[in-house]
């Protein structure tokens, strides 16, 4: 988002009042229609479907500074998905037709709005290519890269640190905690990944990307 562009953002939503969110707890349930926008200004949050076996299958997952959820104010069609807290969040929230006429009233807004739309299709599509080359693998590496892209902490060693946990990392790929386990060990083993308590550190993105490339 161009500075221009965020600081007109926040200088419109940050007028609506705040409230906080524990890590976990849900802003929006499928099939109900959202009575405010959310506007981001700290923490995570994820959009999800269940599957039939109950699982977690992620969409996309939201940062500061991000206002959602746009995609039935703007069509008109219903709400299909989960919106639920990674992390401790803070969000303003804003009425719909607030928020609707504020981006129809500043087209510089929309525009911005439609990249990131075009760049979150360009990340799905990405997953699908992974999810359709049948390896487990490669969805773990390709996580792990959208991880170090969107959200990672660059280190001074050039390494990144990923606020996520195994568990989180298995809900992002559509896998069993026991599956994404595996993978990691054998990264690990082979010098890619260091292994924290709430943390995975990618010390090599490069590299990482290679094996990914390669398993495709």
Do not use: W
Not at 27 to 52: C, K, N, Q
Not at 82 to 87: G, L, R, S
Not at 102 to 110: G, R, Y
Not at 162 to 190: F, P, Y
């Amino acid at each position: 988002m161009a500075d221009s562009v965020k600081e007109k953002v926040h200088a419109f939503f940050s007028q609506y009042p705040k409230r906080s969110y524990a890590k976990g707890q849900i802003l929006v349930f499928a099939d109900e229609d959202p009575e405010h926008i959310f506007y981001m200004v700290e923490g995570r949050v994820r959009t999800y479907d269940i599957s039939y076996r109950g699982d977690e299958i992620i969409v996309t997952i939201y940062k500061p500074p991000a206002f959602f959820p746009m995609s039935g104010l703007l069509t008109g069609a219903p709400n299909k998905y989960f919106y639920k807290t990674e992390t401790p969040t803070e969000v303003h929230l804003v009425p719909p037709e607030d928020a609707l006429k504020f981006v129809k009233d500043n087209p510089d807004v929309a525009f911005d709005l439609l990249s990131r739309l075009y760049s979150g299709v360009d990340g799905l599509l990405g997953r699908l290519v992974h999810l359709m080359s049948g390896s487990a693998k490669s969805r773990i590496l390709y996580e792990l890269l959208i991880e170090c892209r969107r959200f990672g902490k660059k280190l001074a060693d050039g390494s990144y640190q990923l606020d996520i946990t195994e568990v989180d990392l298995a809900a992002h790929c559509g896998l069993s905690r026991e599956t994404v386990s595996r993978e990691i060990r054998q990264l690990k083993e082979k010098d890619l990944l260091e292994i924290g308590n709430k943390h995975i550190v990618v010390k090599d993105a490069v590299r990482l990307k290679q094996r990914a490339d390669s398993e495709i």
